[in-house]
């Protein structure tokens, strides 16, 4: 996860705390996103930016994820992520997020 | 009416500068900072790769023009682990220079003597560049400036808040700073500044060969890279364009340059283009260097993953905009798509904006392109760094709004991609892939005969600039040439078709609102 974003995120995290925020991916794949998720959930895994070892244990989900899905209404849906729910690879990336947030709750 | 600009050709070239992903690259320079003593500094040198192979790395011959898309295609993925035969370092686009001869580029066009290389490099170089056959004797001729420097005093230089020119891994020249106190002419400053500059020129130089156009009569050119030059009291203060223009020998030209990102090709075109409609000026030149920050930029996944640094080479294009011939393709200035401010950021809206919007507007569907040249990233790059294969995920984008838009079916979208689309073939250098890789091979596409239209998409991440959130684009069709439009009085089938579309919607338009 870009460094900048991750900085952005442990603000939001010290301003709202770990109940008030949900992290919402857009990466066009599910290795992208479960890298994001792991880095705002359990540390970055690269140790280049402000939550290297740092486990913030933030909610992270892709837009594309049907519990995100069903949040927006359709015709926002529809104008703005139907055209990449067709070129995304959904499955792989809902399986990419749920393993991450697995092992957040094991942990 | 008509009269429009055309294509009339179109250089690139590439300098294979591993040394400098070691001391140059943001990447490693920054991992120099913050983990000096890390594996990844350790395990790097390893994964260069030699000259020859960078030569016979299908994506660079791809680049250079010595092999088309379909042949790129039909060379097995990993493209790293199948090099070509080919050993020819000359394209019929341009050429990739080694390290050694691209050091001496540097310092022809260096011209405050910032540039100093060991008296016996240097000595070599010059016989080599004498060689190459691109420059002029007094081009050469600079090298001989060079007749008291030693590898002691380069590093003397180095101490003194210079930057090291190293050439396998040996101390062979420097970049002086430039001001003492301006981190705006540091070193580290200029470098980037002559690389760039150096690349351009490579590629303008290479125009000329390939266009066969008089350098005297080139009127104008347009810098679209993505580096800043400038001193303390105006940063950004330019011009790339003209410094360029002055050492390929374009005496009657002037220029500027023009900034926007990864679309700061595309954008730049579009001015070529217009001011060559326009007729302000007969020939414009769209160019730019390479980004010494961006080699290795994904140099931690690739030595992660045991691939080469694939990217270990500077890139430079060049792009000549004419008016109209009867003969080349034209650059379709009234079918052009902008990503607005008002647009939004999501790929829907982008892809939307910068494809269907023009295609509407001008009666077009999306399967009347033939081929589509968004951000052309080489995939061997891209992928085993976990951001996929960019040009197929924008191809698959326009393809789905394909669908959405009912002009192609969902079981056709794989073909559409196929049919459409193009394999990935630039280094990740930024401005380097977006859209402008393809303006070489649209053009002899188009006088072949095998592609009637083309569109060209530059998307930019305005963002990691910090003064917008904004994403931005532009894109532009350009169109065999029917010969029809020269004098401005010929009007094509298709314009013919457009027009009496446009005037039945305005009729349905107009019998709806009664």
Excluded at chain 1, 49 to 66: F, M, R
Excluded at chain 2, 84 to 95: A, C, F, N, S, W
Excluded at chain 2, 148 to 167: K, M, P, Q, R
Aim: glycine share 10%; aromatic share 6%.
């Amino acid at each position: 996860m870009d460094l900048e974003n991750q900085k952005r995120v442990k603000e939001f995290y010290d301003q709202y705390g770990a109940d008030q925020l949900v992290v919402l991916v857009g990466a066009a794949e599910g290795e992208a996103g479960g890298l994001a998720a792991e880095t705002v959930a359990l540390g970055d895994p690269t140790f280049a930016g402000c939550l290297a070892g740092v486990s913030l244990k933030l909610p992270c989900y892709h837009i594309c994820e049907p519990e995100i899905k069903e949040e927006i209404d359709e015709a926002v849906y529809d104008e703005q992520i139907s055209m990449m729910e067709m070129v995304l690879d959904v499955d792989d990336i809902c399986d990419e997020m749920n393993a991450i947030r697995e092992q957040v709750a094991e942990a | 009416m008509s009269n429009y600009a055309v294509l009339r050709g179109a250089s690139y070239t590439l300098a294979h500068t591993p040394d400098m992903v070691i001391h140059d690259g943001a990447t490693q320079v920054t991992e120099r900072v913050v983990n000096p003593d890390g594996d990844y500094l350790k395990e790097l040198p390893k994964h260069l790769r030699s000259y020859e192979d960078a030569v016979k790395y299908a994506p660079n011959q791809a680049y250079i023009g010595n092999i088309d898309n379909e042949e790129l295609k039909a060379v097995a993925f990993p493209w790293y682990e199948n090099p070509t035969e080919i050993t020819d370092r000359t394209g019929k686009y341009g050429e990739i220079m080694p390290e050694d001869e691209y050091y001496g580029l540097m310092q022809i066009c260096d011209t405050f003597d910032l540039v100093e290389l060991e008296a016996g490099f240097a000595a070599d170089v010059k016989a080599k560049l004498a060689a190459n056959g691109m420059f002029t004797d007094a081009q050469v001729a600079v090298l001989d400036k060079n007749a008291n420097f030693t590898e002691e005093s380069l590093a003397a230089v180095v101490a003194d808040g210079g930057c090291g020119l190293y050439f396998n891994d040996k101390l062979v020249g420097v970049i002086k700073k430039a001001h003492d106190v301006d981190v705006n002419l540091s070193a580290h400053v200029m470098l980037e500044n002559i690389a760039s500059k150096a690349t351009s020129v490579l590629s303008l130089l290479h125009l000329v060969r390939v266009t066969g156009i008089d350098p005297a009569d080139i009127d104008y050119v347009i810098d679209c890279a993505e580096e800043a030059c400038g001193d303390m009291n105006q940063r950004g203060g330019g011009n790339f364009a003209k410094a360029a223009a002055e050492i390929a020998g374009f005496s009657n030209a002037t220029g500027s340059d023009t900034r926007g990102f990864c679309a700061g090709p595309a954008h730049a075109l579009l001015n070529a283009a217009s001011l060559v409609k326009a007729g302000t000026f007969k020939n414009v030149v769209v160019t730019a260097g390479g980004c010494t920050a961006k080699l290795g930029m994904n140099g931690k996944s690739h030595v992660e993953k045991g691939l080469p640094i694939l990217e270990d080479c500077l890139a430079g294009f060049s792009v000549l905009i004419s008016e109209d011939n009867g003969t080349d393709p034209v650059i379709r200035t009234d079918i052009v798509g902008r990503h607005t401010v008002g647009t939004g950021s999501s790929p829907q809206a982008v892809i939307s904006s910068l494809v269907t919007d023009p295609l509407d507007a001008a009666g077009l569907k999306i399967t009347d392109v033939d081929k589509y040249a968004p951000e052309m990233q080489n995939p061997d790059i891209t992928k085993p760094a976990g951001a996929g294969d960019v040009p197929e995920a924008n191809f698959k984008m326009i393809a789905a709004l394909g669908v959405k838009k009912g002009a192609i079916e969902k079981k056709d979208l794989g073909n559409f991609i196929v049919e459409h689309g193009m394999k990935g073939w630039a280094p990740t250098q930024g401005h380097i892939p977006s859209g402008v890789p393809f303006m070489g091979p649209c053009r002899d596409m188009m006088l072949d005969g095998s592609i009637k239209r083309a569109m060209v998409i530059g998307k930019g991440s305005l963002f990691l600039g910090r003064m917008t959130n904004l994403f931005d684009g532009v894109s532009f069709v350009i169109e065999a040439n029917n010969g029809q439009s020269e004098g401005g009085s010929g009007v094509s089938e298709e314009e013919v078709k457009c027009l009496i579309a446009n005037a039945l919607k305005d009729f349905a338009a107009g019998l709806l609102a009664q």
